[in-house]
Every structure is written in C-alpha cells, then in structure tokens.
C-alpha cells in the first residue's frame, strides 16, 4: 500500500525558505514519479512540481520556477521541496502523491490529473 507522509510546513515571512519532505513507503520507491501539490482556500488543488525518481525527470509550475527546487534521496525514500523567495500566493496545503513513472508523460506533458495516494498535508503560511 502506497503511503506517503508531508512534514516540514509553517509560518514564513515573503522572501524566506522552507523545505518540505514526503517520506513514502509501502512501495517500490524507484517506480514512480513523485509530486507536489496545493491547495489554497477557494481554489482548485494545482500541481507544483514533480519528479521522476529513477531518472530525475523534473517538472515545475511556471508559478515556481526559479524558486522551488524538488530532489530526492533514494536511500530515505523521501522527496523534497526547497521552496525559497516565498510569497503570500504560496500560501496553501501542500500534498505529495504518488504515479507510477509509465504513466508520468502524456501527449500534454505531466500527467499532474492521474497522481494519487495523496499524503494528509502540510500547512505553508507565507505573511507579507
């Protein structure tokens, strides 16, 4: 069973840095892609970035390139997002999930529509 876990979330000033991990387990860790979401309040749930955990493969939001980093440590079996320069619109849930890495590229790019297995979230609030 997939299980993916987010930690790392908190209350920043605009232009500072957080680092988010998703720790995941009960699955073979290097067949996946694994993506960061958000949810801010109103809004719909958007993909941020994502990353292709054999190869590396990585896709970003333009909303944060330039600003977010995501890596990954195979030995940990976790996944991050360094999020720096932060600004009040980053202000959202953030989740990790899971797609098995064959179904990561469609005809469009990523295929943000088909991750799953969400994790519970973590609450990022970026003050002015």
């Known amino acids: 069973e997939v299980q993916l876990v987010e930690s790392g979330g908190g209350l920043v000033q605009a232009g500072g840095s957080l680092r988010l991990s998703c720790a995941a387990s009960g699955f073979t860790f290097e067949d996946y892609a694994i993506g960061w979401f958000r949810q801010a309040p109103g809004k719909e749930r958007e993909g941020v970035s994502s990353?292709?955990?054999?190869?590396?493969?990585?896709d970003h939001a333009d909303s944060v390139k330039g600003r977010f980093t995501i890596s990954a440590d195979k030995a940990k079996k976790t996944v991050y997002l360094q999020m720096n320069n932060l600004k009040t619109e980053d202000t959202a849930v953030y989740y990790c999930?899971?797609?098995?890495?064959?179904?990561?590229?469609?005809?469009?790019?990523?295929?943000?529509?088909?991750?799953?297995?969400w994790g519970q979230g973590t609450q990022v609030t970026v003050s002015s």
């Open positions: 999930a899971a797609l098995l890495r064959t179904w990561y590229i469609g005809s469009g790019g990523t295929r943000w529509s088909d991750f799953g297995s």
């Open positions: 990353i292709t955990i054999s190869d590396r493969y990585i």
